[in-house]
């Protein structure tokens, strides 16, 4: 069993950075896929940034050339970090991960595996 712990969200100014962190819990973080997810008011939870086991990244359009995601095995962490931030930004984040194969560079929400609780990050204009 796997446990995702998100931390570093917050409030900040159009412009500004965030940085997510998840840990993990458990000793199979390095075999996982793994993903960063948002979920706006009215609006379905969906993948923002996917890292595979050896690195490889994929990100949704809006994002991309602000936003990096990575991990680090050793610690078994994920991590997102937000620049250029947006107010169209604002959402709760998500860490996810599954276990199983994956045959595309991306997670849906059917793929998912593992959850953790959120973490909140607004942003103001």
């Known amino acids: 069993q796997v446990q995702l712990v998100e931390s570093g969200g917050g409030t900040v100014q159009a412009g500004g950075s965030l940085r997510l962190t998840c840990a993990a819990s458990g000793n199979t973080f390095s075999s996982l896929y793994a993903a960063w997810f948002r979920q706006a008011p009215g609006k379905e939870r969906a993948g923002v940034a996917y890292?595979?086991?050896?690195?490889?990244?994929n990100y949704i359009e809006s994002v991309k050339g602000r936003f990096t995601i990575s991990r680090d095995s050793t610690k078994k962490t994920l991590y997102l970090e937000m620049n250029g931030l947006k107010p169209e930004d604002t959402a709760m984040y998500y860490c996810?991960?599954?276990?199983?194969?994956?045959?595309?560079?991306?997670?849906?929400?059917?793929?998912?595996?593992?959850w953790g609780q959120g973490t909140q990050v607004t942003v103001y204009s």
């Open positions: 890292i595979g086991k050896l690195g490889v990244t």
């Open positions: 996810a991960a599954r276990s199983g194969p994956l045959f595309r560079l991306w997670l849906y929400n059917a793929d998912v595996d593992y």
